[in-house]
């Protein structure tokens, strides 16, 4: 009899190992598979059951139909180049932006090329700290901004699809062990 496997999706600036080792040192009942999901296909990558759960950046549209348990805030920052002024800061503030030339986001996808385009020097981009520090370059610096909200990363899967395998992956996640109990 072959074990089942769960299809874990993550977006880019998650990072899902811990959870992958979690979940390989218990005696568990399915392979567990990760899978990276872009941005842009988080909410069609669970609806055409590309993958059972992802861990998502929020907001979600249309999350009536999910199971959301939001799991932690993630830290804003800007990304300028290194030769920037802005990259004197170590950390900085919206104020200290004011005048500064913003790249803008286009899609949700394209945080590689909003970091390449400033890594030639003009202007900075917001991100995620998370996602900054995945695009890094070493021609580019990623700088906390302190007063600026947060993004926050999610599990989801459809209540529809709702079992013991995925909440068993849920206790994983929430540094549930064999031993503790819901």
Known sequence: MTRPVLRVGFVPGVEPDRFVRRWRTGRRAAYLEVVPVPLSGQRRALAEGEVDMC?????????????VVALWEERPAIVVGDENVLSLH????LADLEGETEI???HEDDAADRVAVVATGVGFTRLPL???RLHHRKDTRQIP???AEPTRI???????ADDDLRQEFVGVVRGRTSRSSR
């Open 55 to 67: 861990f998502v950046r929020l907001p979600l549209e249309a999350a009536e139909d999910l199971h």
């Open 90 to 93: 170590e950390e900085i503030s």
């Open 104 to 106: 803008p986001a286009a």
């Open 130 to 132: 998370s996602l900054a």
């Open 145 to 147: 901004l302190v007063d």
């Open 154 to 160: 999610a599990l989801v899967w459809p209540r529809a």
